[in-house]
């Protein structure tokens, strides 16, 4: 009994270190620059945007490029195009607003990021055309202003690839998602300031959402807490909670966590308070949504 008890701590441990060590560790592979050309930045230009013109996945450009945050891009600076041929005319997308674009009418289910994925624009001048103050309070009918879209395309719900093949059912008086058992639900209210994707470093695993000290940390779905405590780089006090499908979720930088190991909770039920423990530069959660051991954007999974 002793035994088996040990065996499952060195388990639970193993896999709690595969989830934090695998966050400090960029994928460097891509890196090493091939065939391409070096496009010259000019005003009103976006990564997005010149991703786009270029016909290349915008990842692979941020990383090779080095670039720590794509809102600062510099007039002047020089940004490696991997696989082009030739330099290529990039729109200015932040000054259409008078020029080509489409009025998009929102629908039940759509979000300003799979609006933006499918009409392929930048999401921040889309934002910043249409003067949003919170992306996650779209109204059904309300108009969206695409800058450069030549018509109105059909925006489809979205399905996350872990979910290709499973029921996603509307909960209306929450209006968030689940996956047959998983239900996914905001964990706090407070600004994202940091994106999944590439941080300054390395690969930035989840999502920051800024909140004062103490603000109430809900778990976002139902399962079973199998880490909660100080974890190691940088994070904090952390929780991790195992969820059906063999989904994971992670809650880092709290001031106090307040479940224990082995210990089951309900969507929405408090489990720890907003801090700054470990590395962090402010008060904030850091939020991860994992699938077995892979970190997954987390935004189509909370904003569906």
């Known amino acids: 009994m ?8 060195l388990f639970v441990l193993i896999l709690i270190l595969s989830f934090l060590l695998g966050c400090a560790i960029g994928d ?33 450009l941020i990383r090779v490029n080095h670039l720590s945050d794509t809102k600062d891009l510099k007039v002047g600076q020089r940004l490696f195009i991997p696989g082009a041929k030739r330099v290529q005319v990039v729109d200015d997308i932040s000054s259409q607003r008078g020029g080509g674009g489409v009025y998009h009418t929102v629908e039940k289910g759509q979000t300003i990021w799979r609006i933006a994925k499918t009409y392929e624009v930048d999401i921040r001048p889309l934002i910043r055309v249409n003067h949003l103050s919170d992306t996650k309070d779209l109204k059904v009918g309300q108009r969206l202003f695409i800058p450069g879209a030549e018509r109105v395309l059909d925006v489809s719900l979205y399905i996350p690839p872990h979910r290709k093949g499973l029921s996603v059912i509307e909960d209306e008086e929450k209006r968030s998602y689940h996956v047959k058992d998983v239900l996914f639900r905001w964990p706090v209210k407070g600004k994202i300031t940091s994106l999944f994707g590439i941080g300054e470093k390395r690969r930035h695993e989840g999502i920051d959402i800024s909140a004062p000290k103490g603000t109430p940390i809900s778990a976002a779905a139902d399962g079973k807490v199998i880490f909660s405590g100080r974890g190691p780089t ?6 991790i909670i ?47 949504i994992r699938f077995k051991k892979s970190s997954v954007d987390p935004m189509p999974y909370l904003s569906l």
């Open 242 to 288: 195992k969820h059906p499908k063999d989904f994971f979720t992670v809650y880092a930088h709290n001031r106090k966590n307040l479940v224990s190991m082995d210990q089951y909770v309900k969507a929405g039920e408090k489990i720890a308070e907003v801090g700054d423990s470990g590395r962090t530069t402010g008060s904030h959660l850091h939020f991860e």
């Open 2 to 9: 002793i035994y088996n008890r040990i065996i499952y701590k």
């Open 234 to 239: 940088g994070y904090g006090r952390i929780v």
């Open 28 to 60: 460097l592979s891509s890196r090493t620059r091939g065939k391409g050309v070096y496009h010259t930045v000019e005003r009103g230009q976006t990564v997005w945007r010149i991703a786009k013109t270029y016909g290349v996945d915008i990842r692979p």
